[in-house]
Every structure is written in structure tokens, then in C-alpha cells.
């Protein structure tokens, strides 16, 4: 009894279960970025942003898809980096404000390969070292045709990818994929698999499929899996009709299916709270994550 008075007062059982709930608390921020047709200019904001996003306490911060580039082929090659080069002014930017600001950023920009000379859709993420701890290079190409509404032949500017992405980032584990792979459940159950407990997905829907799916979509994948869902967008760009219109509308949905935070199409800085803690729970009360018939079913990685 002395020893356990000693060591484990109730002052410090307090202290330490505080902690450990702290923890399992982390704050983000979704960053719905402008863009500009001068790439400068576009990164020149977005530093901007970051460094308020981090200045209100926020240690993970989520760009959307192609955040440095306008969505338009010609733009998109024009604004393809090699990430291996030390002269690629996006990735130093995000290596020196996630080093200096001690934050996660994470978003999707055009890739240059400079071995292939293939350009592909990559999503990134820096941690408060600097360093690029994880790509996914975009695996389900945009290529659909809506008669009528809206045509796409995203295949004729990227090349898909190969790869399946999750990743530790501090306290919590990733599953990181791009915009139209969010439409394939087995995906993010591959991801859930793997332990993902934040499905990250930067995307820029358009103004047809975007009212009808995209909130479904971030609450479909959040309540299949359990786990929080965090879809970014650019916001609009609508100085020129030639390019394309994203459809905006960031959010975070929480394990219920509950979107807890959104916005409209402008330009905007969200803050969440995510309790890491709270997936367990939802995974208690409701336990299908158990209840599966894998003598029936399963869904794999090949």
C-alpha cells in the first residue's frame, strides 16, 4: 500500500489519464485555397494561410487537390514538379513552413517524373521535420462523360498510380487517396484495414456530381469504416469559365456519418478538433467492424 500511495497518488492517476485523453485529441485545419493562373502568386497565398492555420493552434493542415495549379491540362503540365529536386518551388515551400510552423501539411499538386517524363496527380505529406513521409499518386483517373453536364479524360493528363497509402503521422495513422478514389469503398476498407483512423482525401468534385455526391460520399466512407473523413477542395475559380469550376464545399465527417464542420465554394479556413478516442467508441457501440462474414466475404489488397 505505501508503494502504490507513493507512486500512484490520485493527484497523478489525474494528471496521467489528462494526458492520455489530450492525446487522443488533435486539432486540424482544412485550407480551401485560391488559385491564380501566376503559380507564384497562388503559393504566395497559401503561405499566407498555412502560416494563419498554424498561428490558431492547428498541427495537421489539409490542402486540396492540385492546390498550386489551376485544373486545365496545359496549367497542370505547366505546373508539374520533381519532388526530388531541391529547386521545385512547392515542395520547398511546404518543406520549409511544416519545419518552421512544426506542422503536418498535407495536399495533392502535380508530379513530374523526371526518369519517365509521366506526369500523375500526388497527394504529399511533410511532417514538422520537413520531411516528405509519405505520396500517393492518384490511383482512379477522372475519365466520365455526363452528356449534357460535363465530360472529363483526366487519363489524357496523369497517369494512375499503384499504390495503396497509409502512413503514421504522430499520434495517428493516415489512409491518403485522391479525389475520384473516393468513390471506391473497397479502398478506404483496405486503408481502415491497415489502421487508417483519418481517411484524407483532397479533391476537387465539379458543379454536377459535387451537390449530389460529395457529402455522401465523405459520410459513406466515414460511417463504413469509423473513422473520420477529411475532403478538401480549392475554392472556385471563376475569373475564367475556361478553367475548371471545383465545386468546393470542404468537410470533415466524423465516424457516425455526422459532418461536423463544411463550408461553401470561397476561400476559406476550417478548424476541427478530431478525438482519435472517439473511433473506439463508435466501434463499441456499434461493433459491425467484428460482425463481418468473412466465411461469406472480404475485400483484399492484391
Known amino acids: 500500500m505505501f508503494i502504490y500511495r507513493k507512486f500512484f497518488t490520485l493527484k497523478k492517476i489525474k494528471a496521467y489519464l489528462k494526458n492520455k485523453m489530450q492525446a487522443q485529441k488533435i486539432k486540424i485545419s482544412l485550407i480551401q485555397s485560391p488559385h491564380f493562373i501566376d503559380k507564384q502568386v497562388t503559393l504566395s497565398n497559401l503561405e499566407k494561410l498555412i502560416t494563419e492555420a498554424a498561428e490558431n493552434k492547428a498541427k495537421y493542415v489539409f490542402l486540396g487537390e492540385c492546390f498550386n495549379s489551376l485544373y486545365r491540362k496545359d496549367a497542370l503540365h505547366a505546373n508539374s514538379e520533381d519532388f526530388s529536386s531541391h529547386t521545385s518551388p512547392t515542395i520547398s515551400l511546404l518543406r520549409k513552413l511544416s519545419k518552421s510552423l512544426e506542422i ?3 495536399g495533392s499538386l502535380p508530379e513530374l517524373d523526371p526518369l519517365t517524363q509521366n506526369h500523375y496527380n500526388t497527394a504529399v505529406c511533410f511532417n514538422p521535420s520537413g520531411e516528405l513521409i509519405a505520396k500517393h499518386r492518384k490511383l482512379h ?13 483526366e487519363s489524357e ?3 494512375s498510380g499503384s499504390q495503396i497509402t497509409v502512413f503514421e503521422a504522430g499520434p495517428v495513422k493516415i489512409g491518403m487517396a485522391i479525389c475520384y478514389d473516393l468513390r471506391f469503398p473497397e479502398l478506404s476498407l483496405i486503408m481502415t484495414k491497415k489502421g487508417a483512423q483519418i481517411l484524407f482525401f483532397p479533391a476537387a468534385f465539379n458543379q454536377t ?8 460520399l465523405l459520410r459513406s ?4 469504416n469509423q473513422v473520420y473523413v477529411v475532403g478538401v477542395s480549392p475554392a472556385r475559380f471563376q475569373e475564367d469559365p475556361t478553367y475548371y469550376q471545383a465545386w468546393g464545399h470542404s468537410g470533415v465527417a466524423d465516424p457516425m ?3 461536423m464542420v463544411s463550408c461553401e465554394q470561397e476561400v476559406t479556413i476550417l478548424y476541427q478538433e478530431v478525438d482519435l478516442e472517439y473511433i473506439e467508441q463508435v466501434r463499441t457501440q456499434l461493433p459491425y467492424q467484428k460482425q463481418k462474414r468473412l466465411d461469406l466475404y472480404k475485400v483484399e489488397e492484391l
Open 157 to 159: 493528363t496523369f497517369q
Open 141 to 153: 483517373l477522372f475519365d466520365i462523360d455526363i452528356p449534357g453536364k460535363i465530360t472529363s479524360k
Open 104 to 106: 503536418f501539411v498535407l
Open 257 to 259: 456519418g455526422k459532418i
Open 209 to 216: 456530381t459535387g451537390p449530389l455526391h460529395w457529402d455522401l
Open 221 to 224: 466512407r466515414a460511417l463504413d
